[in-house]
T-cell receptor, first 115, second 116 residues
Framework: AQSVTQLDSHVSVSEGTPVLLRCNYS??????LFWYVQHPNKGLQLLLK??????LVKGINGFEAEFKKSETSFHLTKPSAHMSDAAEYFC?????????????FGKGTKLSVKP | DTAVSQTPKYLVTQMGNDKSIKCEQN?????MYWYKQDSKKFLKIMFS???????INETVPNRFSPKSPDKAHLNLHINSLELGDSAVYFC???????????????FGPGTRLTVL
């Protein structure tokens, strides 16, 4: 069975400093991996996804993530945090193939950005 | 234009009532989903439909019944509401069946259900 673990439930950074949100996955297949963001009282928005192409994936709003198979990790980074980045971030792994495909969500990391 | 829309945005109701949440997508996608997000923000899939046919039905009480009149709509009907049903329910859609090979799911804004 596939699973995803977000190592920090809450990360707090100062505006202008780097962001690192950690995610480890477990998968029997070659996984597809995603990061979604949820702003307060909003729906989920896709930040970026990995689908067995380039291991360094660039997303929206300056975020990127690197797929490291040897470490089973897919950490999300951003060089410089902005106040508008404050939100809940979910690491997600796909589960299976075809009609049985499914998204498995991590428990989320809340990112706070201090002025 | 809203890609995935849900109504209502908020739903407050008494225990024992029956309620429905509607979802529509204008993306031309073949597959739609319902997710439940609990008070700890944990998201779990409930159902998925492909071209009006049920393809995933996780362990969900049979009080929950999805209905897909056409591939652009997936409604969620809940009978005999219980306190534990209070959550945020998200609808989503993707282009093809399941999420193999990284199909992106597009989420609606959510419906916050409160059962009193």
């Amino acid at each position: 069975a596939q699973s995803v673990t977000q190592l920090d439930s809450h990360v707090s950074v100062s505006e202008g400093t780097p962001v690192l949100l950690r995610c480890n996955y477990s998968s029997s297949y070659s996984p597809s991996l995603f990061w979604y963001v949820q702003h307060p009282n909003k729906g989920l928005q896709l930040l970026l996804k990995y689908t067995s192409a380039a291991t360094l994936v660039k997303g929206i709003n300056g975020f990127e993530a690197e797929f490291k198979k040897s470490e089973t990790s897919f950490h999300l980074t951003k060089p410089s945090a902005h106040m508008s980045d404050a939100a809940e971030y979910f690491c997600v792994v796909s589960d299976g193939w075809g009609s049985q495909g499914n998204l498995i969500f991590g428990k989320g990391t809340k990112l706070s950005v201090k002025p | 234009d809203t890609a995935v829309s849900q109504t209502p945005k908020y739903l407050v109701t008494q225990m024992g009532n029956d309620k429905s949440i509607k979802c529509e997508q204008n993306l031309g996608h073949d597959t739609m989903y319902w997710y439940k997000q609990d008070s700890k923000k944990f998201l779990k899939i409930m159902f998925s439909y492909n071209n009006k046919e049920l393809i995933i039905n996780e362990t969900v009480p049979n009080r929950f019944s999805p209905k897909s009149p056409d591939k652009a709509h997936l409604n969620l009907h809940i009978n005999s509401l219980e306190l534990g049903d209070s959550a945020v329910y998200f609808c989503a859609s993707s282009l093809s069946v399941g999420v193999s090979r990284g199909d992106t799911q597009y989420f609606g804004p959510g419906t916050r259900l409160t059962v009193l």
